[in-house]
């Protein structure tokens, strides 16, 4: 059965498909927390009306029922819209050519042409590269990396002028939701590397300032204990 003729039609099929995709995007939440989570779809042309403008035109969405495309595009933090980068070439006298070297890029900001957004202030067009978008979020969060994609170690950044407490917690935290980890996590990571003012800590914010940024700039070390203690739990 189609999903027009679910339940007699009249709609309900997709009624009954977005409560699916509610349950799916409430499941993807939890998998968030720990991990990253990517929706690939195609994307199809369909006319779209525009509130301030006479007439409709066309452009590219989501290859999905509306409402469902309005429930995915408000949970995610980023939607890319990807393609071929393309040209048009005129020569005189001649027809115009349509040209590509097969080379993929992604726009991450709405235009009339096609949907996109992201909460990362991304560059408008960036290459389909998934190290270019990891690097691009990083620097959002103030994290930095080796060649390797690393966060940098103590001894190999550059000196920058120490942070108040509250700007250690704010940039502790904003790190910890880019790598999806825990404020939990991080006061056992704490705990686990003896730190004894975490030894009774509930929360981030009871941990001194100076703790916070001794993490921040051993950010690699943080990460491997939170595997390893990942890895113990499991």
Do not use: C
Request: hydrophobic share 45%; glycine share 6%; aromatic share 8%.
């Amino acid at each position: 059965m189609v999903v027009p003729q679910f339940a007699g039609g009249y709609g309900k099929g997709y009624v009954r498909a977005l409560d699916l995709w509610r349950t799916l995007i409430k499941e993807l939440a939890i998998l968030n927390q720990n991990m990253h989570v990517l929706l690939i779809g195609h994307a199809q042309i369909k006319s779209f009306q525009d509130p301030e403008l006479p007439t409709a035109y066309d452009r590219y969405q989501l290859k999905i029922n509306d409402k469902a495309a309005a429930l995915v595009r408000e949970a995610a933090d980023a939607v890319l819209f990807a393609r071929f980068e393309t040209e048009l070439v005129r020569a005189t006298g001649a027809k115009a050519k349509v040209r590509g070297e097969g080379k993929r890029i992604m726009y991450t900001e709405s235009r009339p042409g096609f949907d996109a957004k992201n909460r990362f202030n991304l560059p408008f067009v960036m290459p389909l590269d998934w190290k270019t978008f990891g690097d691009a979020i990083r620097t959002f969060y103030g994290i930095k990396e080796n060649g390797n994609g690393k966060a940098k170690p103590a001894e190999a950044q550059t000196p920058e002028p120490p942070l108040s407490s509250s700007e250690a917690l704010v940039r502790i935290r904003k790190m910890l939701e880019f790598v999806k980890m825990s404020e939990t996590e991080m006061i056992a990571v704490l705990k686990a590397s003896q730190i004894k003012e975490a030894r009774d800590a509930t929360s981030l914010a009871e941990i001194p300032d100076a703790v916070l940024r001794m993490a921040i700039e051993d950010w690699a070390g943080v990460e491997q204990t939170a595997e390893r203690l990942r890895a113990k739990a499991a």
